[in-house]
């Protein structure tokens, strides 16, 4: 059955209203993300089959947002192009270490933070399997889909907000999880995230950024990820000092330290999109797209069948 153009079938277009979209994308990233988190707790012994498993699902999950881009939602995927992605995935990887590494210089500056010994380099290579699951599968599920859906139809500020929530939610999911590690994460990571990707419309920044805070914060500090199980890393460290400094059971990112230091920097990014005209307003009081490729263009203006 077609529409009354009679060139896009009912069923196309249906599959093209937003939460149908971020429904049926959603699940399946999803699924992708929580096959890849059970291969990683059941083969933390084997390092390299884990490396080896998360790159076939990440290959999977991105095999699956660029069919759905171009087959679904009509358009060629540029949030995935491959021309900036040295630039924008190098950025990230830089950022989102130093963040961290500022981090721990000044807990250690202030006495929260000492490092009491070093572990061989193997020691830092399980967390490369965990921090490539974390970076390109949660990027792909909260910012790729949850963040760009929830903007072509709400506009930027509401996804901000609810891409946010829900990326500080779901980690209350891990075993050490706190609500004050959630809403840090939320404000932090959440913030910074959306901030990437509204600035430059691709996801890779957001991925560097995931990968490496991730990576830095295990492999090479032995930091708690989140709420999940330490596990040991290049340097030994030890941290003394109230839950607010230290993070607690949930990790540095519920540290006040480094909320504030990526909360700047996500405000930062923030400010650069709004001068660079990158904020899309919400479908109610939106004249024209004026962000959209011309193929997401299209999904924003489509009316309901």
């Known amino acids: 059955m077609t529409d009354s153009s009679?060139?896009?079938?009912?069923?196309?277009?249906?599959?093209?209203?937003?939460p149908i979209r971020l429904a049926v994308l959603g699940l399946l990233l999803l699924g992708c993300l929580a096959f890849?988190?059970?291969?990683?707790?059941?083969?933390?012994a084997v390092p390299l089959q884990a490396i080896m498993a998360v790159a076939g699902m990440v290959a999977l999950a991105m095999w699956i947002y660029v069919g759905f881009a171009r087959y679904v939602e009509q358009?060629?995927?540029?949030?995935?192009?491959?021309?900036?992605?040295?630039?924008?995935l190098g950025l990230g990887l830089v950022l989102g270490t130093a963040l961290y590494t500022c981090s721990v210089l000044?807990?250690?500056?202030?006495?929260?933070?000492?490092?009491?010994?070093?572990?061989?380099?193997?020691?830092?290579?399980?967390?490369?399997?965990?921090?490539?699951?974390?970076?390109?599968?949660?990027?792909?599920?909260?910012?790729?889909?949850?963040?760009r859906i929830v903007e072509q139809w709400l506009g930027s500020w509401i996804s901000v907000f609810v891409s946010s929530v829900v990326f500080g939610v779901v980690h209350l999911m891990n075993p050490a999880a706190t609500i004050t590690g959630a809403i840090?994460?939320?404000?932090?990571?959440?913030?910074?995230?959306?901030?990437?990707?509204?600035?430059?419309?691709?996801?890779?920044?957001?991925?560097?950024?995931?990968?490496?805070?991730?990576?830095?914060?295990?492999?090479?500090?032995?930091?708690?990820?989140?709420?999940?199980?330490?596990d040991p890393g290049l340097f030994k460290t030890v941290m003394t000092g109230p839950d607010l400094l230290t993070g607690g059971s949930f990790g540095l990112?519920?540290?006040?330290?480094?909320?504030?230091?990526?909360?700047?920097?996500?405000?930062?990014?923030?400010?650069?999109?709004?001068?660079?005209?990158?904020?899309?307003?919400?479908?109610?009081?939106?004249?024209?797209?004026?962000?959209?490729?011309?193929?997401?263009?299209?999904?924003?203006?489509?009316?309901?069948?």
């Open 106 to 147: 000044i807990l250690m500056a202030i006495g929260v933070m000492r490092i009491e010994g070093v572990n061989p380099p193997v020691f830092m290579l399980p967390a490369i399997a965990m921090a490539l699951s974390s970076g390109f599968l949660e990027e792909l599920l909260f910012r790729g889909a949850l963040f």
């Open 253 to 305: 990112e519920a540290s006040l330290i480094a909320c504030l230091l990526c909360t700047t920097a996500g405000t930062i990014l923030v400010m650069r999109a709004v001068s660079r005209g990158q904020v899309m307003q919400p479908f109610w009081s939106r004249t024209q797209p004026e962000i959209a490729t011309s193929s997401e263009r299209s999904l924003i203006e489509q009316p309901p069948a």
């Open 184 to 230: 840090f994460i939320s404000v932090e990571a959440g913030v910074l995230l959306a901030a990437a990707y509204m600035l430059t419309r691709r996801l890779w920044l957001g991925i560097g950024f995931h990968i490496s805070w991730n990576y830095t914060q295990s492999a090479v500090f032995s930091g708690v990820v989140s709420g999940s199980v330490a």
């Open 6 to 18: 009679g060139t896009t079938p009912l069923w196309l277009r249906i599959a093209q209203l937003a």
């Open 75 to 88: 358009r060629e995927p540029a949030d995935l192009a491959l021309g900036p992605m040295p630039r924008e």
């Open 36 to 44: 890849s988190n059970t291969f990683l707790e059941q083969n933390k």
